[in-house]
């Protein structure tokens, strides 16, 4: 180790020491490798061209452990049982902002997060088959 790295990383300076490696080390991770049970946003196309209404679509990519698959917490990204997609079962991964009702829509492709002024927030699935298919989830 250089001699000016020896004083550092003693000491006061362990904390900036092990900051310092920790910058390193995450600088080695290749890009776009995820940890595992992370998720992050590919894709965000919003759509306002109809008055009062916002359609946006998002897509992300998680890293997801064993006996997990993509879906949706407290409105971000998340990985969530299987069990909850494979059922349809929406509201199982608290897919809503905080203060929000999480409603099933009546034929399960999404759901509804009412806010407590009354709007409404819709969000529907897309993909979900293939998406069991390619995971032997079937």
Not at 36 to 63: F, K, M, N, W, Y
Not at 100 to 122: F, H, V, Y
């Amino acid at each position: 180790m250089l001699p000016g790295w020896r004083g550092l990383c003693t000491g006061a300076g362990a904390t900036l020491c092990c900051l310092l490696v920790w910058i390193i080390y995450s600088h080695l991770v290749k890009e776009g490798q995820l940890a595992v049970g992370t998720c992050e946003i590919v894709t965000l196309d919003r759509d306002s061209s109809q008055p009062r209404r916002t359609i946006a679509r998002q897509t992300a990519r998680c890293a997801c452990r064993r006996g997990q698959i993509a879906g949706t917490t407290r409105a971000k990204p998340a990985c969530v049982d299987v069990r909850v997609v494979k059922s349809k079962q929406w509201c199982e991964m608290i897919p809503c902002s905080e203060g929000e009702i999480c409603g099933l829509l009546m034929n399960k492709s999404g759901w509804t997060c009412t806010q407590p002024g009354g709007r409404i927030k819709t969000i529907t699935v897309g993909h979900s088959e293939s998406l069991y298919h390619k995971c032997g989830l079937t």
